[in-house]
C-alpha cells in the first residue's frame, strides 16, 4: 500500500474524519492551557480537576443540561473542598487533592451505574472518539474556541499570575481572580478533552504539549505555537496508528504524545539530557559528535 | 520633624498588629518614611519583615493598625501602580520562560488595556529602565541566565518602568557579589534622590552604612528608627538579635 493510501483511506470513513477534527480541536486547546498549567504548578490540580468534572458531567446528562456546566461546577466545588480539607486540618495539600479527586471520581461511576443508557456514559470515562456524533463535534468545537479565546485574550495576565503574582497583586490585579479565570477554563477544556481520551486521560493532554514545548525554548510566545502544534501532531499520529493497528485511539494519542516528550527530553537542542551532557563533555572533537549521532 | 514631612510621608503605617493564630507576627509597628528615602529594614528571620511587607502590599490583612503609601489607601495605591515590590530570589521560578525586557514590561501592566499590549511609549519606558539599570544589552536574554545581581537589577527595573513611588525589596543581596551590590546601593540611592522611597529588607548589616540612610530595627515590633550608625551600634543590634550580630552578619 503506498503512503497515501495510508493517509487518505481512513478519511473515506465519516467517523474518522469527526475523530480526526475532534482530536485536533481537542489537541490544540488542551495544548494551549498546557502552557499555563506546567508553569503555574497546576499538573496535580489538573488531574484532580479532570477527574472530578465526572460527576459534574452525568449530573448534567440526566439533567439535561450542557456538560460544560457541570464540569465547571464540580471543578470549582473539587478545589474549593481540596482548599477547605488543607486549610482547616492537618491533612496536606496532595493528600487532600488525593481524598477529594477519588473521591468525587467514584461518585461519577457510581452515579453512571445507576443511569440509564450506561454505555454512553461510560465513553466518557475511557473517551469514544471513533463514536463522536456531528452534535459533539459542534459542542467541542464551540467550547475550544472559547477557551483558546479566553486564554489567547488574556494571555499576559495569565503569564504574569504564573511568574509572579505578588506583583500582580501589586500593581492592583487580583490573582485570585486570574487563578480563578484558569480553574475555569480548565475545567471547561477537561470537557472538550474527555471526548477523545476519556477523563483518565485528560491530564496527559493538558501536561504533556506544555512540558515538552518548555523544554524547546525559552519564550513563552514560541511555547503558545511550538506546544499546539506538536500536539496536533502526536494526536494526529496516535489517531492514524489505532486505526492501522485496531487499538485504542485515546490510548495511543497520549503514548504519542509521550514519546515526542522523552524524544525532546533526551535530544532537544537546547535542553536535553544528552544534549547537554555531550555539549559538557566536549569542547567535543567533532569526531566524537559523529559517533553520538551516529 | 517639620510639618511639611508629616503631610507627604510617603510610607505610614500606624499600630500594625498582625496575628497568625495565636502568634503574634507584628505587634504595633508604627514607621514613617519620607519621600526621597532609603531605609534598610533589619530583623532576624521570624522578626516580621515579610510580615511588614505583605501587609504594606495588602497580600495580608492586618489585625489592627493601617497603612498610608504616598498618602492613599494600599488598594488605591496599588491601583496607580504607586507600590513596586522584588521578591526574594528564592520566591521566583528562574528556568520560566520570560526575557529580561518581559519582566520589565510587566511593570507597565497596571496602565495598559485588558489585553496588555504594549504601546510605543510603554516600550520606551522599558527601554529607558533597562538602560538606567544597565541592562539595555541583555534584554533579550531569558531572565535565569543573568547574574545574581544582574536579577536584581531587572526586578529594580520593572519597578522603575512601572514609576512606583514606593520600591519594597527583600533580601536583595542574598547571592549577590560584593561589586553588584554596591551597583544596587548606588543604583538605588540615585532612585531616592529622584524622590522615590526605598524600604530594603536585609541580613546584610556590613552593606547597610552604602546602602540606606536610615534603618528600622524590627522585631515584631520597632526596637530603633532611626540613622545608620546609630542602629548599627552594637548594644542596639544585641536587642534585636539576642547574640553578637556582626558575626553572624560577616557570614551571608
Not at chain 1, 472530578?52 to 474549593?80: E, I, R, T
Not at chain 1, 475511557?126 to 479566553?150: H, I, K, Y
Not at chain 2, 498610608?68 to 528556568?95: I, M
Amino acid at each position: 500500500m503506498n503512503p497515501i493510501d495510508l493517509i487518505v483511506e481512513p478519511l473515506s470513513y465519516g467517523f474518522m474524519v469527526r475523530a480526526l477534527v475532534t482530536t485536533v480541536v481537542a489537541a490544540v486547546v488542551c495544548a494551549l492551557l498546557s502552557c499555563w498549567l506546567v508553569l503555574v504548578g497546576w499538573s496535580l490540580m489538573g488531574d484532580a480537576v479532570s477527574h472530578a468534572v465526572l460527576p459534574g458531567v452525568v449530573l448534567a446528562y440526566v439533567l439535561g443540561a450542557p456538560f460544560a456546566l457541570g464540569a465547571v461546577v464540580f471543578g470549582f466545588l473539587a478545589v474549593g473542598l481540596i482548599g477547605a480539607i488543607r486549610d482547616t486540618s492537618r491533612v496536606k495539600e496532595d493528600a487532600a487533592i488525593g481524598i477529594v479527586f477519588t473521591t468525587l471520581f467514584a461518585l461519577g461511576l457510581v452515579l453512571i451505574s445507576v443511569t440509564p443508557s450506561q454505555t454512553d456514559l461510560n465513553h466518557i470515562v475511557f473517551g469514544n472518539v471513533l463514536g463522536v456524533s456531528v452534535g459533539d463535534l459542534v459542542q467541542v468545537a464551540a467550547l475550544g474556541a472559547v477557551v483558546a479565546a479566553v486564554l489567547l485574550y488574556k494571555r499576559r495576565d495569565l503569564v504574569l499570575y504564573a511568574f509572579d503574582p505578588g506583583h500582580a497583586h501589586a500593581i492592583g490585579l487580583s490573582p485570585r481572580r486570574l487563578g480563578a479565570l484558569l480553574l475555569g477554563l480548565l475545567a471547561l477544556t477537561a470537557v472538550v478533552a474527555l471526548q477523545v481520551v476519556g477523563v483518565i486521560l485528560v491530564v496527559a493532554m493538558l501536561i504533556l504539549p506544555g512540558a515538552t514545548a518548555q523544554l524547546l525554548t525559552d519564550r513563552f510566545s514560541r511555547m503558545l505555537l511550538i506546544a499546539p502544534v506538536l500536539s496536533v501532531v502526536c494526536a494526529t499520529v496516535g489517531l492514524y496508528l489505532s486505526y492501522w493497528l485496531d487499538a485504542a485511539p485515546g490510548g495511543l494519542v497520549v503514548v504519542t504524545q509521550g514519546a515526542a516528550f522523552a524524544l525532546v527530553y533526551l535530544f532537544g537542542p537546547r535542553h536535553g539530557l544528552l544534549t547537554r551532557r555531550a555539549r559538557r563533555d566536549g569542547a567535543a572533537p567533532p569526531a566524537a559528535v559523529g559517533r553520538v549521532e551516529g | 520633624m517639620s510639618p511639611a514631612a508629616v503631610d507627604t510621608a510617603a510610607i505610614e503605617v500606624e499600630g500594625l498588629t498582625v496575628r497568625y493564630g495565636p502568634l503574634v507576627a507584628l505587634d504595633g509597628v508604627s514607621l514613617r518614611l519620607a519621600p526621597g528615602t532609603v531605609c534598610g529594614l533589619i530583623g532576624m528571620n521570624g522578626s516580621g519583615k515579610s510580615t511588614l511587607f505583605k501587609s504594606m502590599t495588602g497580600l495580608l490583612r492586618a489585625d489592627s493598625g493601617r497603612v498610608r503609601l504616598g498618602g492613599h489607601e494600599p488598594a488605591t495605591a496599588r491601583r496607580r501602580g504607586l507600590v513596586g515590590y522584588v521578591p526574594q530570589a528564592e520566591a521566583v521560578d528562574w528556568a520560566f520562560p520570560v526575557s529580561v525586557r518581559d519582566v520589565v514590561m510587566m511593570g507597565r501592566y497596571g496602565r495598559l488595556g485588558p489585553t496588555r499590549r504594549a504601546r510605543e511609549a510603554d516600550r520606551a519606558a522599558v527601554a529607558a529602565a533597562l538602560a538606567r539599570v544597565e541592562l539595555a544589552d541583555l534584554a533579550d536574554r531569558q531572565i535565569g541566565q543573568l547574574s545574581g545581581g544582574q536579577r536584581k537589577r531587572a526586578f529594580v527595573a520593572r519597578g522603575i518602568a512601572q514609576e512606583a513611588e514606593v520600591l519594597l525589596l527583600d533580601e536583595p543581596f542574598a547571592g549577590v557579589d560584593k561589586r553588584s551590590e554596591a551597583t544596587m546601593s548606588s543604583l538605588l540611592a540615585e532612585l531616592a534622590a529622584a524622590g522615590r522611597t526605598v524600604l530594603v529588607a536585609t541580613h546584610d548589616l556590613q552593606a547597610l552604612p552604602a546602602l540606606a540612610d536610615e534603618a528600622v530595627l524590627l522585631r515584631r515590633r520597632v526596637l530603633l528608627h532611626g540613622p545608620v550608625e546609630e542602629v548599627l551600634r552594637p548594644e542596639n543590634l544585641a536587642r534585636a538579635f539576642g547574640i553578637d550580630p556582626l558575626e553572624q552578619g560577616s557570614r551571608t
